[in-house]
């Protein structure tokens, strides 16, 4: 919901945001939509959300001075952040969202109609639109899209770094892949640290976290402390019990059900309102779970977060539906030894899709891949992340949803932590090789400690997938074991 709605119907923010959401009207053509604090403006320059840039967090002053001086440059040198903003020149205004698409927002173009906003749902209730059967079938088939495509024809999803001439609708900048995954001689040892120098841009006071069972989170906290923390799930649940270990890490430490308020009617329509995925793949459960833990990390405003960290660690985007897929999780050592190409594992990721609509995303994996000079594994890896699943679905929780409560800090997508993931080998990273390697000088209170999937980083990284399964079935089948996940939909 966060973001700039340009010739749109005025955004309502519902009650559940009120208390952490504003908007401000900044013409008659356009309504920012911000958490309390974070719409920053300087003489020609509004922005909503957090960036890094020069080295210090919202440096609004030095960029909006970059941009006198040498124009979109000087936004392509924003570090880090998720955020979206409009740039103001002698003769023309510009709409622009930070460099990896993170705060992502819609764009309607039709001769001289132009409408931008955060939410397909903003743009549906301005203007009438016609649907693309082919999209609207992948999208009930998927539950997201890809690309630039929406369900709906004359409504683009906007690509990484997207600046957009407001006079026209005209898309004059946009960010490859290939410009931001750089050639780098950093490798994995180097991640703790690099995520260390990313938290401490933020004062320690305004940190929170998001503690689970789980690798990417716990690797989040072993760098740096925070101010708040928190974990929801059952209370015998493999995550509560193992965040508990470490509840010294915190000033402030908070355990509670997922569904200890269970959404009614009115969340769901709320997810449904901002989100493009179809009813049926909709938890708005998560809406008064991300509440709750706002309230009580309240003291923070920033929300640290896992968000994709397993895609990178551990290479799961390369998993694919069906018995095969199950071998060759069990065994990994297969996607070396009986490997596929990109198109192959495309195919068996999205095995429902009929011929006309895979040719519509491998096209799409094509395009936006082909500068990259880059092994197939990492390609589809990349472009499930930026492109699919993971910024057309996945972000709705932990971007969307949870960016209405406080910032977030989505640590794994550091563009010069992607830089890294990129260059390395998925074979390793698919057989629990190379996580050893990112833990290697990981402090050993944080690497003895059981996981949630029932290993240590002292597990044989051959017996690692055997237990990931076996613990699969038992917080699929056994009670006690269950997760927040499994329990919600039972």
């Known amino acids: 919901m966060k973001g700039f709605y340009i010739n749109t119907c005025p955004p309502n923010i519902p009650q559940v945001f009120k208390e952490s959401l504003s908007s401000k009207k900044l013409s008659d053509q356009c309504i920012a939509v911000y958490k309390q604090g974070f719409q920053l403006s300087a003489n020609n320059l509004k922005i909503v959300g957090w960036f890094i840039y020069d080295g210090k967090l919202n440096n609004i002053e030095s960029l909006s001075n970059d941009l006198d001086e040498v124009g979109f440059q000087a936004l392509d040198n924003i570090a880090f952040g998720v955020y979206s903003g409009i740039f103001y020149t002698s003769d023309e205004s510009y709409f622009f969202q930070d460099n990896l698409g993170l705060n992502f927002h819609y764009l309607h173009k039709v001769e001289n109609e ?134 010294n890490d915190f000033d402030n430490f908070y355990e509670f059900e997922f569904d200890q308020n269970p959404a009614t009617e009115i969340e769901a329509q709320i997810f449904s309102n901002l989100v493009e995925s179809p009813q049926q793949y909709n938890d708005p459960q998560f809406i008064n779970a991300y509440q709750t833990a706002s309230k009580l990390t309240k003291e923070s405003d920033f929300f640290f977060d896992g968000y994709l960290g397993d895609v990178f660690q551990r ?77 057309r679905f996945i972000s709705r929780g932990a971007l969307s949803i949870n960016g209405c409560f406080k910032e977030v800090v989505p640590v794994f997508m550091f563009p010069a932590l992607q830089s890294i993931f990129a260059a390395q080998n998925y074979h390793d990273a698919v057989s629990f090789k190379n996580i050893k390697t990112i833990w290697k000088e990981v402090d050993l209170n944080y690497k003895t400690k059981k996981f949630e999937n029932g290993y240590s980083l002292d597990t044989p990284s051959f017996m690692m997938p055997k237990l990931a399964l076996l613990y699969r079935l038992l917080i699929h089948f056994v009670p006690g074991f269950q997760n927040y996940s499994t329990t919600n939909k039972k």
């Open 114 to 247: 132009i409408i931008i906003a955060p939410t397909i749902k903003a743009i549906e209730g301005s203007v009438q639109l016609k649907e693309s059967s082919l999209h609207g079938s992948i999208l009930d088939k998927r539950g997201h899209l890809f690309g630039s495509f929406t369900k709906y024809q004359n409504v683009t999803c906007l690509p990484l770094g997207a600046i957009v001439a407001l006079s026209n609708g005209k898309i004059v900048n946009q960010r490859k892949l290939s410009e931001i995954i750089k050639k780098t001689h950093r490798s994995l040892e180097c991640i703790p640290s690099m995520i260390k120098a990313l938290i401490e841009n933020i004062p320690e006071e305004r940190r929170s976290l998001a503690l689970s069972g789980g690798f990417d989170s716990r690797l989040i906290l072993s760098q740096s402390k925070m101010k708040s923390g928190y974990c929801y799930g059952p209370e015998s649940s493999a995550d509560r019990p193992i965040a508990r270990q470490f509840i």
């Open 315 to 391: 290479g799961t985007y390369l998993y694919f539906p069906g018995i095969i897929g199950e071998l060759y999780r069990f065994f990994p050592s297969l996607y070396k030894l009986l490997p596929f190409n990109a198109e192959q594992l495309l195919r068996r990721r999205y095995s429902n899709l009929n011929k006309e609509e895979f040719i519509a995303l491998y096209e799409s994996f094509c395009t936006e891949t082909q500068d990259l000079n880059l092994p197939d594994y990492n390609k589809v890896i990349l472009y499930e992340a930026f492109y699919a699943r993971g910024r």
